[in-house]
């Protein structure tokens, strides 16, 4: 940040905003009488985002988040002062308590849970030897944080506001051209060993974009724009684009299949598939019904095998799903565009909206929680032994850092390069506090001393590859106005809360490096693991069309966090973690299947293959290698009583997928 920097208009835009509800901010605070004015201009930055959906969300649950910390700061600080072991136990489990709340969380509601956490530590610490004033301490921290949100949400959403429509469009039609791309690939002609690699990084991308846009979307009710009125479409829409995956993942493996029993796929079929393909587009039920006809005609000709005659029945289901789910996806992307016009969402039959269901780790979100504890447990012990005056500094640190980045696999790197910011931030504390703020004599003269730092910084928050050193150098500043008495402020005392701030961060870096940082690839098998586990879950209740919806969701969403995780391995190594994932994308969509057709199967040959299921699956979850060798026998049994009855037909897709997904190479004759 030496140079001048060069900012595009959109970041330059958004610094100024920040910077204009920082000082509006600012400078209520100082008329209103606060006793700290400068937590309302550090909020106003915090809550900032090039987004005006983003700021609103955000606002709330941080307004939420700091009247949790501060109730739980009045509660627990003048009932525990006389103990200050028991306080600082108390504290640091509230911390522990909250984060590991947001950590099960992952949608823009965590960040209140995690406020909550630390904002009773960052009150509490420093008022220990003060309990009479806790109370007002607090309403004055929540009146400060709350001026400063009313004042950035203001101006964010006034002023040239941002809407999340271009971005959140941008990632939907980017899934819609990746799905549409995978269909075109399956239904054509074919493409070669290139084009299929790069299909494969859309497939991965594609699960990626999903998990994204269920995320932003919880910031579609908040968005300026019309936006706003689009959340049902735009909540049905992803619930769609994830019931495609599995639909052309097991389309594009039961073609495979059919290739390798017969050599080729039958030439009626593929120029129907290739008619269909050139029509997904229009609406064209003709060519849909012709590669329909087709399936069937060849799944009831005696002449083909028993295995064959099941692949072209199961291809028929998932090609009918693959059309149906297209064309419904096109109908609500044009639903979204008109919301958008303005013009009311013509009236479509949905399902009940529920939020979606994403990965949770609680092993080791209870394993985050633990770390923060700790680290301020040993920050407050090394504070009350040594009786520093400005150790509650140390224990604050330790709870913010370890909060701050335990969403990360290895936290410590995060840590670091936020700390190094940290002490590149002490000169301009310094300057800052000790030389201009003594010489402010009005506001005006304040923020002109303080524009050039801030209107820099800013810009650089709104990249994010530097966003993470801005927010360090930023915090350093802000943060020391805001904790530090500026009209009384001297050398000593800065030095001493400066270092304090750093000791926290090393025993939170620490701690953390000892406790909880783990590898990417140790949390992929954990990931992998927890499939297994849903499978499992999957064999033992009665499957709905909406329990399904969620675990698909859930499933797509480890794909997503998967594709990071295995990208630094081998490019065969991480495609085959994401074809993995795939494959066990599509045995929870057979299970799934086979749950509300097994009245159809004689009920012992089922309960017995879902038992049997389920032992295999939770044996996969406990690292286990795979033993399942007994179940293809069963497997192929139902297929072939499912074959000699009209009646069960809805019952050979599971049974295919199932055989298809669990032993890859199996003959292809079926044993009854």
């Known amino acids: 940040m030496t140079a ?345 039959r949905r399902a009940v909206p529920r939020p979606p269901v994403l990965h949770v780790d609680k092993g080791l979100a209870m394993r985050s929680a633990f770390t923060v504890v700790l680290s301020t447990c040993a920050a407050c012990a090394a504070w009350i032994l040594s009786g520093w005056r400005s150790g509650s500094s140390m224990a604050m640190a330790a709870a913010v850092f370890c909060s701050f980045f335990a969403t990360l696999d290895d936290p410590v790197p995060g840590m670091h390069k936020f700390l190094v910011a940290l002490l590149w931030s002490l000169p301009v504390s310094a300057f800052y506090v000790l030389g201009v703020m003594p010489l402010a004599q009005d506001f005006v003269m304040l923020m002109l001393c303080i524009a050039p730092l801030f209107l820099v910084v800013g810009g650089y928050l709104a990249r994010p590859a530097s966003s993470l050193t801005a927010l360090g150098m930023f915090f350093g500043v802000a943060g020391t106005l805001a904790l530090h008495d500026v009209g009384s402020a001297d050398w000593v005392g800065f030095l001493e809360g400066q270092l304090a701030i750093i000791a926290g961060a090393l025993i939170a870096g620490r701690m953390t490096s000892i406790v909880r940082s783990v590898s990417s690839e140790w949390s992929a098998q954990r990931i992998r693991s927890a499939t297994w586990r849903d499978l499992a879950e999957m064999t033992t209740r009665p499957a709905s069309a909406r329990s399904y919806g969620a675990s698909a969701g859930r499933m797509l969403d480890r794909i997503a966090l998967l594709v990071p995780r295995t990208a630094g391995a081998a490019g065969a190594q991480g495609s085959t973690a994401a074809g993995l994932a795939l494959r066990e994308l599509r045995i929870g969509a057979s299970i799934s299947v086979l749950q509300r057709h097994r009245h159809l199967l004689p009920d012992a040959l089922s309960r017995h293959l879902l038992a049997d299921l389920r032992r295999s699956f939770l044996a996969r979850a406990k690292g286990f290698p795979p033993r399942h060798e007994a179940l293809l026998p069963q497997i192929d049994r139902l297929l072939v009583l499912s074959l000699a009855s009209t009646a069960c037909k809805p019952a050979v897709t599971a049974l295919v997928g199932l055989r298809r997904d669990l032993f890859p190479s199996a003959p292809t004759d079926l044993q009854p």
């Open 4 to 348: 001048l920097p060069c900012f595009s208009r959109q970041e330059w835009l958004f610094s100024l905003k920040s910077f204009a509800g920082a000082m509006l901010a600012l400078y209520l605070s100082s008329r209103f009488g606060l006793p700290r004015p400068f937590w309302s201009m550090m909020t106003a930055y915090i809550v900032a985002h090039p987004l005006a959906g983003h700021v609103r969300s955000k606002s709330l649950y941080r307004l939420g988040g700091t009247v949790l910390g501060c109730a739980a700061a009045v509660v627990l600080v003048p009932s525990l002062s006389a103990s200050p072991v028991l306080l600082s136990l108390a504290l640091a489990l509230w911390v522990g308590m909250c984060l590991y709340l947001s950590l099960l969380d992952r949608s823009a509601r965590s960040y209140a849970f995690m406020l909550g956490g630390y904002s009773a530590a960052l009150i509490g610490f420093p008022l220990v030897d003060a309990p009479a004033a806790m109370f007002d301490t607090a309403i004055a921290r929540a009146e400060e944080i709350g001026l400063g949100i009313v004042c950035a949400s203001l101006v964010h959403s006034i002023v040239w506001p941002a809407g999340l429509a271009p971005s959140l469009l941008g990632l939907i039609d980017r899934a819609l051209g990746d799905v549409r791309r995978w269909a075109g690939d399956l239904l054509g002609s074919g493409v070669d060993a290139e084009a299929r690699e790069r299909l494969a990084q859309d497939r991965r991308r594609l699960a990626v974009d999903i998990t994204q846009l269920r995320l932003s979307a919880t910031h579609v009710p908040f968005d300026t724009g019309n936006l706003r009125w689009t959340q049902g479409a735009v909540r049905d829409l992803l619930d769609r684009l994830a019931a495609l995956t599995p639909s052309l993942s097991a389309l594009e493996d039961r073609l495979e299949a059919l290739r390798e029993a017969t050599g080729s796929v039958p030439d009626d079929i593929a120029r129907a598939m290739t008619r269909s393909a050139a029509c997904l587009d229009a609406d064209a039920p003709r060519a849909s019904d012709d590669v329909r006809i087709a399936f069937h005609a060849h799944a009831a000709d005696p002449r083909n095998a028993s295995w064959v005659r099941a692949l072209h029945i199961d291809m028929a289901v998932h090609f009918d799903a693959l059309v149906a789910g297209w064309r419904r996806c096109r109908a609500l992307r044009a639903d979204i565009a008109a919301g958008l016009a303005g013009h009311a969402l013509p009236l479509r």
